[in-house]
């Protein structure tokens, strides 16, 4: 389980959860499309729904994904629940987050209870989180195509370098 990425200084990964395609939307947000199109890496942490989709965000950079919930049977067998990316100095833990009991925060916490990561993306609430908690990044990038109570849609960008930083990315047209 694992990949390792640290080739560069500096790296950009797109971070994104929740996308639901082609439910949700036929296309991906042009607004992303840019930010995809410059992306070292990208990191999804669940709910694509089809394979089609894995397929089309992989032609923009390699992807490190899991499965969520509404996942195709195919997609689990292409991705696993649980990934753990080695960037530059840093080691990023990835899950969508659903299950039963607990918050989804602490399900993705108690995920990586018995790993050293720096950060824990994860995702499942379409709810954009950003905050440390035990010297851990906890980053949720929301959805850009189901933002459901939330004012915005929302992706985010992790930018590695010397340090982990991460920014979401709001938008509040999915076009």
Known sequence: MGLEW???????????????????????????????????????????????FFHELKQYAPIIGVTGNVDSPELKTLLDKKEILRAGDFKIGVVHGHGTGKTTERRAVDTFMMDEVDCIVYGHSHIPVKKESNGILLFNPGSPTDKRRQKDFSYGILTIGGKIEAEHIYFDDKS
Request: no cysteine.
């Open 6 to 52: 640290s080739e560069q200084s500096t790296m950009k990964i797109v971070v994104l959860s929740d996308t639901h395609m082609p439910k949700k939307a036929k296309h991906l947000p042009s607004i992303m499309v840019k930010d995809l199109e410059t992306a070292d890496y990208i990191i999804h942490a669940g709910d694509w729904q089809t394979t089609e």
